[in-house]
C-alpha cells in the first residue's frame, strides 16, 4: 500500500488509490457525482454507489436495534458508533460485518 499526497491540499492519505476520489472534495459540486438519491426534494449526490446505498437508509423505515439497549438506529455504521461509545463494544476482527448483518436481517 503506497501513500498519497493531493497535490491541491497537501493532505496524506494512506493509499494512492483514494487520490481520486479526495480530488472530489475541491471540484465544483455535482461535478463527477454518477448517483442521485431519487427521494423527490432530497438532492444527495455521490461519486459511489455504496454511499448513495448508505444514504438512503435515511429515507428508509427500516431499523436497525442495539442489542444492549432500547436504541433504534437507521444504518449499520451508526449502529456500530452507538454501541462503542454507549457499551464499550470493542469489535472482534471481520465479526463486525457478519453481526450487523444478522442484527438487520432478525430485526
Given at each position: 500500500?503506497?501513500?498519497?499526497?493531493?497535490?491541491?491540499?497537501?493532505?496524506?492519505?494512506?493509499?494512492?488509490?483514494?487520490?481520486?476520489?479526495?480530488?472530489?472534495?475541491?471540484?465544483?459540486?455535482?461535478?463527477?457525482?454518477?448517483?442521485?438519491?431519487?427521494?423527490?426534494?432530497?438532492?444527495?449526490?455521490?461519486?459511489?454507489?455504496?454511499?448513495?446505498?448508505?444514504?438512503?437508509?435515511?429515507?428508509?423505515d427500516?431499523?436497525?436495534?442495539?442489542?444492549?439497549?432500547?436504541?433504534?438506529?437507521?444504518?449499520?455504521?451508526?449502529?456500530?458508533?452507538?454501541?462503542?461509545?454507549?457499551?464499550?463494544?470493542?469489535?472482534?476482527g471481520?465479526?463486525?460485518?457478519?453481526?450487523?448483518?444478522?442484527?438487520w436481517?432478525?430485526?
Amino acid at each position: 500500500m503506497q501513500p498519497g499526497q493531493c497535490d491541491i491540499c497537501f493532505k496524506v492519505l494512506s493509499r494512492v488509490s483514494d487520490l481520486p476520489r479526495h480530488k472530489m472534495t475541491h471540484a465544483e459540486p455535482g461535478a463527477g457525482m454518477k448517483f442521485t438519491c431519487p427521494s423527490i426534494g432530497c438532492g444527495y449526490q455521490t461519486t459511489l454507489r455504496a454511499n448513495l446505498n448508505t444514504h438512503m437508509t435515511t429515507h428508509s423505515d427500516a431499523k436497525l436495534h442495539c442489542p444492549e439497549c432500547d436504541k433504534t438506529l437507521k444504518n449499520a455504521s451508526s449502529l456500530l458508533v452507538h454501541r462503542k461509545s454507549q457499551h464499550g463494544y470493542e469489535p472482534n476482527g471481520g465479526r463486525d460485518e457478519v453481526e450487523l448483518f444478522l442484527i438487520w436481517s432478525c430485526s
